[in-house]
């Protein structure tokens, strides 16, 4: 990846007020950034999408990731993100009607509804096999969202945005924080997909609720199962049954709800 320009802050700094006992006190508020960065593929205009301004290439390829248009990652050419003009030029080898499924200009709002699909049943269908059946104990579930919810990341100091994190059944390798659920999500599949980490045997962790356009962004990435301490929509948990994805949500206090899909054999342990 080559950057250029100088690379924006995470947080701000605002001057406020905190009422509290009965005290109104001047105060300081760190808060999350919230920078538009549009996306460019072969000099074409995508979208924009509204994001903390770190870990751009693999939300932008992890977005690709997510609508099918990057299968594998020798497609890509180049990635340059400049901060001084708020792109990303990503270069490709690929046929023009892959680009084509996402060539809308537009804006992706950094909210939690500002998913973007296209056409969810293509999407689910596309599904890469998974010949083996993972085995995973109740207790890594519940580790795991703890070890996500307990990251001294950004949330810690913003209480504004969302985590997702790449696991295995014994430890947490990665977390990205975004301020939209999506986003997050993105740039674990981007992270994987950019260092080519074969996500089969892996775990996809979220703080945020299981939608549609979540489910297809973890089916793109290979994951066999998807946790999260939130909740999950019913369109959601059927194409779970469609593309063979488990389900972990309300993962908290020591326990959770599940839905199986035969991808993992759940132990009570």
């Known amino acids: ?13 605002m001057s406020g007020k905190r009422f509290t006992n ?4 001047d105060t300081v508020f760190s808060v999350a950034a919230e920078v538009p960065y549009t996306l460019f593929v072969n000099d074409r205009e995508i979208l924009s999408i509204a994001t903390l301004p770190d870990h751009l290439e693999e939300l932008f390829v992890g977005f690709l990731v ?17 901060h001084d003009n708020h792109v990303v030029l990503i270069e490709v080898n690929l046929p023009d009607e892959r680009i084509e499924r ?13 998913g973007m699909v296209f056409s969810v049943e293509h999407r689910a269908a596309a599904v890469p096999n998974r010949p083996r059946t993972m085995k995973l104990s ?11 919810d307990k990251h001294h990341g950004i949330y810690r100091i913003t209480r504004g945005v969302h985590g997702a994190s790449l696991a295995t059944r014994t430890e947490t390798v990665t977390i990205r924080e975004d301020l939209g659920r999506h986003n997050a999500v993105d740039k674990i599949v981007g992270h994987c997909f950019l260092n080519r980490i074969d ?20 089916s793109r990435g290979g994951f066999p199962i998807i946790i999260s301490r939130s909740s999950v929509s019913a369109m ?21 709800n599940y839905f199986s899909n035969g991808a993992v054999e759940l132990l009570a342990e």
């Open 199 to 218: 996500t089969t045997d892996k775990l996809l962790v979220s703080t945020g609720r299981i939608t549609s356009e979540v489910l297809t962004k973890a």
């Open 236 to 256: 959601a948990a059927r194409l779970a049954t469609q593309c063979s994805i488990d389900i972990a949500f309300y993962v908290k206090a020591g326990r959770f």
């Open 1 to 13: 990846m080559v950057t250029k320009g100088s690379v924006k802050e995470i947080t701000v700094e």
């Open 22 to 25: 009965g005290v109104l006190q």
């Open 102 to 114: 996402v060539e809308r200009k537009g804006m992706l709002t950094s909210g939690c509804a500002g």
């Open 66 to 82: 997510s609508e099918g248009v990057l299968l594998e990652p020798g497609e890509i050419a180049e990635c340059r993100v400049d």
């Open 138 to 148: 109740s207790r890594c579930i519940l580790d795991r969202m703890y070890e996500l």
